[in-house]
């Protein structure tokens, strides 16, 4: 039973007047255009970025990118202040060869500043112009990397003020990289609009993020309040990073209800398959009932790479003659089926391969769903309180070291 109806819980998330699900029906010809103007002029493309600024884009590289061959432009997620992963970069780099991409929201975010600093210094020690090594992506408001873009007469990107940056992925924080990449823009939010236009349908039985939010918050009811994400493709091992911080961050909260607090949460837990298969699904079946197991199942995989048609050893006979998108599928199928014999919940996307469209669609999916979920529960799933006491004793401890 619902509490109240899926009208009235739209008209909740409107009032809180956010943009994700608007962004995908911009026009997307500025980032494109962009790319075409820069377009063979750098080996490497270096995302200075952390969470929602980096996450949506490590999927969308991942998803698209060969990792076995070096291709240019190379993509570099940097999204850490790791000492030793600096170091590896810059000793990877040609820095006349170098684009940098600095992305935060707010312009404010300290391990972005961080790296920004050290990369501007190098690059002004190198006699470098910074307007043709560095572009910005942040908000429209007066913040420092506007400022910083105005100074050095460099490219900036806006994201609107009512998106925030872990449903940003599919605004210029996403959309600047993804037209670096070569990705086909228009196929990206086509999807995404797809999916939309089902976030906003009144209709349960065609809302797929209300159907998927609403089985995980009755489950929550029965102390299943773990979401594993398990793609059975490689390709998306990523968008388990990205959801899981979508996921965390805007439902993990405390809510005061009658003097008294209570704490919210789903937790999130990455798995892919067929890999985990062989280490977290023992957990996952005959371990405590608390997950719902995500399966993300992709028909076809864009090869046909099959096994030998004969094999002579008879206890594998069974594996001759299929291809490997075959090995894969019917072990997806054998592991929801298990599970379903251990009485371990979950629920399967089906989609028909990894491309722009399907992606856009996963987004926008796994967003809706994330923002109905914050009024099931009855809290903002667009703010982040519990990340704000980390950020002002890190600034505490570097002023007084």
């Known amino acids: 039973k619902y509490t109240h109806s899926l009208k009235t819980y739209l008209g909740k998330i409107k009032r809180r007047k956010q943009g994700f699900y608007e962004i995908p029906f911009a026009n997307p010809s500025q980032f494109s255009n962009y790319a075409k103007h820069v377009n063979g002029k750098f080996d490497d493309i270096v995302i200075l970025g952390i969470g929602g600024s980096a996450l949506g884009t490590a999927c969308l590289r991942d998803a698209f990118s060969n990792p076995y061959r070096s291709l240019t432009p190379r993509i570099h997620v940097l999204d850490n202040v790791d000492p030793h992963s600096i170091e590896l970069l810059i000793k990877s780099i040609t820095w006349k060869k170098t684009l940098f991409i600095v992305v935060s929201k707010s312009g404010k975010t300290p391990e972005t500043l961080a790296q920004y600093f050290y990369f501007k210094e190098q690059l002004t020690k190198k006699k470098l112009p910074l307007k043709n090594h560095f572009v910005f992506i942040t908000d429209s408001g007066t913040n420092f990397l506007q400022k910083e873009a105005k100074a050095h007469n460099a490219p900036v990107f806006e994201v609107p003020i009512n998106v925030g940056g872990r449903f940003s992925v599919l605004s210029a924080v996403g959309l600047v990289p993804a037209a670096l990449m070569g990705l086909n823009l228009n196929a990206l939010l086509k999807g995404a609009q797809d999916m939309t236009r089902l976030f906003l349908d009144e209709n349960t039985e065609k ?138 919940p979950h629920v399967s996307f089906v989609i028909d391969k990894v491309d722009e469209y399907h992606l856009g669609a996963l987004f926008m999916l796994f967003e809706g769903a994330t923002a109905f979920l914050g009024e099931f529960f009855g809290i903002d799933a667009f703010d982040q309180p519990g990340v704000e006491l980390g950020k002002i004793l890190t600034k505490k401890y570097l002023t007084h070291k």
């Open 207 to 344: 809302n797929i993020p209300f159907q998927f939010a609403t089985i995980q918050y009755l489950l929550s009811k029965r102390d299943i309040r773990m979401t594993v994400m398990m793609p059975y493709s490689s390709r998306l091992k990523t968008f388990g990073a990205w959801y899981a911080q979508l996921l965390a961050e805007s439902i993990g909260k405390t809510k005061i209800t009658h003097g008294k607090k209570e704490y919210i949460g789903l937790t999130p837990i990455s798995a892919v398959g067929t890999t985990d298969q062989h280490s977290q699904v023992q957990l996952f079946n005959e371990g405590p009932t608390d997950k719902l197991i995500t399966f993300i199942e992709v028909k076809n995989h864009g090869s046909t790479i099959a096994l030998p048609a004969k094999i002579e050893e008879k206890e594998f006979t069974y594996l001759q003659k299929i291809s490997f998108t075959q090995l894969l599928n019917a072990e997806k199928k054998a592991t929801a089926d298990a599970m379903e014999t251990y009485g371990k």
